[in-house]
């Protein structure tokens, strides 16, 4: 390097050093006002209620609205998400389910809600996540509940008709399949791995790229990863998580066949959460069997001018040939139009349950 480009580089460096000196003082100088916040709380009778779901979102989107760049927004939210996630463990690091193991979609989509100062609990199945939560040995719970190829995600729907927790917030999760393999071509990849479903959504990748290859199903993305990581000739289709555990190096990125696929999950605890201003309130509901009856239980949704961003009908296990329905509302219970959509589906609906208000979730 000549001396001028070194004079010029230092001068910079020396503001990057000055800038991030300031950046420190004012990260602890928000920690410690986040302290004073759980001191607050915890004078008027809130201990233990350190996460606000609908605080975060406000937080995350008028951070959004205050990015002028460079850096972009998907950037500046990674960012605050973890220093919210390190003033809140400043407290108690919240315990949070999700369905393991490690390395797979469940733990980046509980890593992008929580942060990585999260104390994450991965379990075997969604019916773990649950009994975690409701046993009170997690405070939340992340388990998946549609994506956007594969459609709803049944047994979540299921344990969401018998448990007592609530939706307090959810996830959507870019989906993008990496083909992962201590071998350096295509040529020498002798067996896949993959869970059934990603296997599935890479079909048409695999039919052109590694024709004949037998294609090997396991219990999740990050045992593929896993089994790759050990054998000779071995690759895996699974997430940046289960590359990044595993020390696997990705051939290929990107290779799913839908190029928008993405999976949402629901935040679970033992709340819901306050009014955000961006809000999505999610329920049960049934009607009588009879003509009409399905009409004349969503017409108070127009009649009030309610949104329904999503429906799905799943048997009813206590009748043969009887369907429940679950229902997806723009707002939260408490905004005026959605109470009154409410009120007026109890008064209709056979069954009804509000399984919580959340906010929309932040990108």
């Known amino acids: 390097m000549n001396e001028g480009m070194l004079q010029e580089l230092g001068v910079v460096r020396a503001q990057i050093d000055a800038i991030d000196a300031q950046i420190?003082?004012?990260?602890?100088?928000?920690?410690?006002?986040?302290?004073?916040?759980?001191e607050i709380k915890a004078r008027y009778g809130e201990i233990g209620q350190v996460y606000r779901p609908e605080r975060e979102a406000q937080v995350l989107r008028r951070i959004q609205d205050l990015n002028a760049g460079p850096l972009p927004d998907e950037s500046v939210t990674f960012f605050?998400?973890?220093v919210m996630s390190a003033c809140l463990s400043l407290e108690n690091p919240l315990g949070v389910a999700f369905l393991g193991p490690l390395g797979t979609f469940s733990e980046s989509a509980a890593v992008k809600h929580f942060g990585h100062a999260a104390r994450l609990a991965p379990q075997g199945s969604i019916d773990d996540v649950f009994r975690e939560v409701e046993a009170g040995h997690a405070q939340y719970g992340v388990v998946p509940v549609e994506n956007s190829t594969e459609g709803a995600v049944g047994r979540t729907l299921d344990l969401l008709f018998g448990t007592s927790l609530k939706i307090c917030g959810e996830v959507v999760v870019r989906i993008h399949q990496h083909l992962m393999t201590r071998e350096t071509s295509l040529g020498s990849i002798r067996k896949v791995y993959s869970h059934a479903q990603s296997l599935a959504q890479?079909?048409?990748?695999?039919?052109r790229s590694l024709p004949g290859v037998p294609r090997?199903?396991?219990?999740?993305?990050?045992?593929?990863a896993r089994l790759a990581s050990l054998e000779p000739g071995a690759a895996a289709i699974a997430g940046e998580a289960a590359s990044e555990r595993y020390d696997l190096p990705r051939l290929v990125e990107n290779i799913e066949d839908e190029p928008n696929n993405t999976t949402r999950f629901f935040v679970l605890g033992r709340h819901d959460a306050g009014r955000s201003g961006a809000d999505k309130t999610s329920l049960i509901l049934?009607?009588?069997?009879?003509p009409g009856a399905m009409h004349e239980l969503l017409a108070p949704l127009a009649d009030a001018g309610v949104s329904m961003s999503r429906l799905e009908s799943r048997p009813a296990r206590a009748a043969l040939w009887e369907y429940v329905f679950y229902v997806d509302l723009e707002g939260h219970r408490d905004d005026p139009a959605v109470k009154a959509a409410l009120d007026a589906l109890t008064a209709r609906a056979a069954y009804l349950k509000v399984l919580g208000s959340y906010p929309q979730a932040v990108y």
């Open 24 to 38: 420190l003082a004012l990260l602890n100088e928000r920690a410690r006002c986040a302290q004073h916040v759980g």
């Open 80 to 82: 605050f998400r973890e």
């Open 202 to 207: 890479c079909h048409e990748w695999l039919n």
């Open 216 to 224: 090997i199903p396991v219990g999740s993305n990050a045992e593929a």
């Open 286 to 290: 049934s009607a009588s069997n009879r």
